[in-house]
């Protein structure tokens, strides 16, 4: 036939396609091995960033990832799998699974049924027992969604982490809790996460032969993000082409992954560099705690301002004569006399307006204000210009008087209601189950004051961070016998848990400790027991040796001294701990005839329990042309 071929030519044609198919599928195996995603002879540990305690962050939106997408296994690769797989150890297998794209993951805790070691620090407990004053351990301590972030703070309910925080930096850790915020610039925070790791694959990588090309680039990828990392802080600092950068950083750490690395030496660079950053994350937990202990106990900037505008005016304007119209009052043993020592004028304000508010007959009740010289005639300019119904309020300057009438005591200054904090635990406990208590005790100077006050017989002290709620009234009609001190004893702290700080001394040692802050004192009987001279004897035993160890012996003298002097309050005389506890309740606050802010959060702070403040602010002056010009708005 015309157009059909001859038939050697029609025998030839099947075996020259076939050769044909074979040259084609020789040329492209090559090309697969080369190209595909065929498993290396080594393994990495990919560990998830949950478990070094690193927060996660988004991609950016310009930038693609760089990782291949993952796909199933083929059969050659479950093959060349099985032959790697069994070359590694048991140990490492156990802990170990492999993905199905190829990667490892490390088991956690509860998946290999094994306790993982932290790769930190380990942390030394904290000393049983410690009870230092508020003044001195502060200032050289070793400290998502809202309703989350209270829940957490509240009650120290979070993990043993936030518990041991708390025994380092005090209640700065629960204030730092409540007042989280969503962190910004995060970009700034992956520039210095990809810095992290190409830190870590770097010595390994200029270690290996014929990768000096991807050395280079690594290292100049790590210079380009330090350069950009010194000169931008913030997001909005960053150049503009940032994305590009971030983009050939993932891409030449992705190259550098891929190499046939020691997996150790990389491990411990990593592990090298988290230790320097949890060494630097610490030194800054350290302290941001001093700052904040030392603006807890510093005045505030607007309080030192309305104290020097008060002083100020004192001297321009007339003399008042308010004062010496209830100067028969003073030392009448037949009014209601109530001691406050302050050097806040509106702490004291508060204290002397909640009482006498809440007071049904206020033409009987006598202030005695006791400050120091600096705040002397600010608070004098402060009373006589604010009324408080029928009460009468007197201010002394409690350093003149000490130079006056006892001069060689040596305890001129003004000291007021020390506050201790108290770590206690067994000792067979560890650390994290430490349990962290505020004591607020009397000072030195209240050990005089039946000498200052020669013909009363019976005081009430207030502290100044306590509001009155209730009429005081049937706090004068308690029987105390032949009790000295009226307080509410707090059974949370025994004082065989603070042998070591009470020395060789007799005490019962299941005694529970007690609280100032709303205390009635029969001056009668302190008199009488000597309180004041065993106070002196009781002082020369311990070894003062400067301002600190002064103010640390506070706590065992006024527990030494009213042993057995202590006539028991009802708990609902005072609620304690609305400066440092987040977790009471509402109604018992309510229930409560005294409110008491012992520990670091006052509510004059910023730093106080927002719950909490409205309680402190309903009794605070607003009428005042000063608190204005001074912008005091706590």
């Known amino acids: 036939m015309k157009g059909s071929a001859p038939p050697a030519k029609r025998r030839w044609r099947g075996p020259s396609v076939a050769v044909l198919v074979l040259v084609f599928c020789s040329l492209l195996v090559p090309f697969a091995f080369l190209f595909g995603r065929f498993p290396a002879g080594y393994v990495t540990d990919e560990r998830p960033q949950k478990d070094f305690g690193f927060q996660s962050f988004g991609r950016l939106e310009d930038v693609k990832d760089s990782q291949p997408e993952a796909r199933q296994p083929s059969g050659d690769e479950n093959k060349m799998r099985t032959k790697i797989v069994p070359t590694l150890s048991k140990d490492f297998k156990e802990n170990n699974v492999f993905q199905a794209d190829g990667s490892l993951h490390k088991r956690s805790g509860n998946e290999t049924g094994k306790d993982v070691m932290p790769t930190s620090k380990p942390q030394v407990p904290p000393t049983p027992h410690i009870a230092t004053p508020k003044a001195v351990n ?76 991807l050395s280079r680039e690594l290292k100049q990828s790590i210079q380009e993000h330090e350069r950009v990392l010194s000169e931008a802080v913030v997001d909005a600092d960053l150049p503009p082409l940032i994305g590009e950068k971030i983009k050939r950083m993932d891409l030449v750490t992705a190259r550098s992954k891929s190499c046939t690395v020691d997996c150790n030496n990389v491990d411990k660079k990593l592990r090298q560099i988290l230790d320097l950053s949890e060494d630097e994350a610490h030194f800054h937990m350290k302290q941001s705690a001093f700052l904040y202990h030392l603006g807890v106990q510093t005045m505030p900037k607007s309080l030192h301002c309305l104290s020097m505008r008060l002083t100020v005016e004192y001297f321009k304007s007339q003399p008042f004569a308010l004062e010496h119209s209830h100067a028969f009052k003073f030392d009448n043993p037949k009014y209601r006399h109530y001691i406050i020592f302050s050097r806040n004028i509106l702490a004291a304000s508060v204290v002397i307006n909640s009482t006498v508010m809440n007071s049904e007959v206020t033409g009987n009740i006598v202030f005695h204000l006791l400050t120091d010289e600096q705040n002397y005639y600010a608070m004098k300019l402060w009373f006589e210009r604010n009324s408080y119904k029928e009460a009468a309020i007197r201010v ?206 006052k509510p004059w702070l910023e730093l106080g329990i927002p719950e909490y403040k409205k309680y402190w602010k309903k009794f605070l002056t607003r009428e005042e042309r000063f608190m204005d010009d001074c912008n005091v708005h706590p």
């Not at 993990?159 to 915020?181: A, M, N, R, V």
């Not at 311990?542 to 009213?562: D, Q, V, Y």
Request: hydrophobic fraction near 40%.
């Open 138 to 213: 502060d200032l050289h301590a070793n400290n998502g969604q809202k309703n989350n972030k209270k829940r957490t703070a509240k009650g120290f309910n979070g993990d043993d982490t936030e518990k041991y925080c708390q025994l380092e930096f005090g209640s700065y850790c629960l204030w730092s809790i409540e007042h989280k915020e969503v962190m910004k610039d995060s970009i700034v925070k992956r520039l210095k996460d990809q810095v992290f790791v190409a830190r870590a694959y770097y010595p390994s990588i200029a270690k290996l032969a014929g990768q000096e090309m």
């Open 396 to 601: 002394m300057n409690y350093e003149e008087l000490m130079l006056k009438n006892f001069h060689n005591i040596g305890l001129r200054h003004l000291y007021v209601s020390e506050e201790f904090r108290i770590s206690i635990r067994n000792i067979d406990l560890p650390a994290t189950k430490m349990r962290i208590e505020y004591l607020s005790i009397f000072s030195h100077s209240h050990f005089l004051l039946p000498e200052i006050f020669k013909k009363l017989r019976r005081v009430v002290i207030l502290d100044d961070d306590v509001v009155v709620q209730n009429d005081l009234s049937t706090l004068w009609n308690l029987d105390l016998g032949e009790k000295v001190n009226g307080a509410v004893k707090f059974c949370g702290v025994k004082l065989d848990q603070l042998r070591m700080y009470l020395g060789k001394n007799f005490y019962d040692a299941k005694s529970c400790a007690w609280m100032s802050g709303l205390n009635i004192v029969n001056f009668e009987k302190w008199r009488e027991h000597n309180i004041t001279g065993k106070y002196l004897k009781l002082l020369q035993q311990f070894k003062i040796t400067g301002e600190a160890s002064l103010r640390e012996s506070a706590l065992p003298i006024s527990l030494l001294l009213f042993q057995n002097l202590i006539y028991p309050l009802d708990d609902r005389w005072t609620l304690s701990g609305l400066g440092y506890n987040y977790e009471i309740r509402e109604d018992a606050m309510k229930g409560a005839l005294s409110l008491h802010y012992n520990g670091n959060m």
